[in-house]
């Protein structure tokens, strides 16, 4: 798809890490981006910078996307590239141990159902909805392309670790969704593809290279090559060229220097 100069853009979580650097990514490619996130100040100062909008976005509420979408194509018409980057998890093992009672507990459905909800069914929910506008607004160039949307899943949808059955399982979910959905999307001219990033430097990883220097070293080693963690812009440069490659659908794809995550 030939990313041309005002075609409209929206990135959830935009207003750091992944998602930050894929909506620099678009903008720097004409795109007008609008950025969802909940992060009102940082999500308002990144799209100013890149010449965007912002809509302040939950994307475990329904009518709060619904809403976002609404404003995002009132000031920049219908979006042709979509990028899902923001979720909400949370982290347990299946079983821990109560030592208080000297038993084994259970990680409640209720903590899976939040995770599920932040991961899996949010993308479903972004893509789904972004499809639908894409499906009612005219092709664009000569394949009857009409969008493409691209999810964020995690190479623990392949190497889920210890403590991460929640984010694992939901991320795999995520990967799940690709197939099927671009083929109930195909006679559409839709794209449907993810992400699996492996360790990247966002803000949250960078809090350990001051706070624990031994664990960031150890980090960086584990990487096969080359021996660091994944920069932002490296993610947004898969982002944009999926966006641009109209022969890249229903694919998932690892994004990891190699990586293969142990147990813990």
């Known amino acids: 798809m030939e990313l041309k100069a005002g075609m409209a853009a929206i990135v959830t979580g935009g207003a750091s890490g992944l998602g930050r650097a894929s909506a620099q990514a678009l903008a720097d490619a004409g795109l007008k981006v609008t950025i969802f996130d909940i992060d009102d100040d940082g999500g308002k100062a990144h799209a100013e910078a890149i010449g965007g909008t912002f809509a302040r976005v939950d994307i475990t509420d329904e009518q709060s996307v619904v809403d976002g979408f609404a404003a995002a194509r009132e000031a920049h018409g219908q979006e042709r590239v979509t990028v899902h980057c923001a979720m ?43 499809a639908l506008g894409m499906a009612n607004s005219d092709p664009i160039g000569e394949d009857g392309e009409r969008g493409c949307v691209t999810l964020t899943a995690s190479v623990a949808a392949q190497d889920g670790q210890i403590g991460q059955v929640i984010y ?10 690709v197939l099927p959905m671009a083929r109930d999307l195909m006679d559409i001219g839709i794209r449907v593809n993810s992400v699996m990033p492996g360790i990247f430097a966002t803000p ?16 960086n080693a584990s990487v096969p090559f080359p021996k660091r963690l994944g920069h932002p812009e490296e993610f947004a440069s898969l982002i944009l060229e999926i966006a641009r490659n109209s022969y890249i659908n229903g694919h998932q794809f690892r994004l990891d220097g190699a990586i293969r995550m142990p147990p813990r």
């Open 88 to 130: 909400t998890s949370r982290r347990g093992k299946t079983l821990g141990w109560d030592k208080e009672n000297g038993r084994y507990k259970r990680l409640a459905t209720e903590d899976y159902a939040f995770g599920a909800e932040g991961i899996l069914v949010s993308s479903y929910r972004i893509a789904s909805l972004s």
């Open 168 to 177: 694992g399982s939901c991320k795999a979910g995520v990967n799940g969704l």
């Open 204 to 219: 949250l990883m960078l809090g350990m290279k001051d706070r624990n220097p031994q664990m960031w070293d150890q980090l």
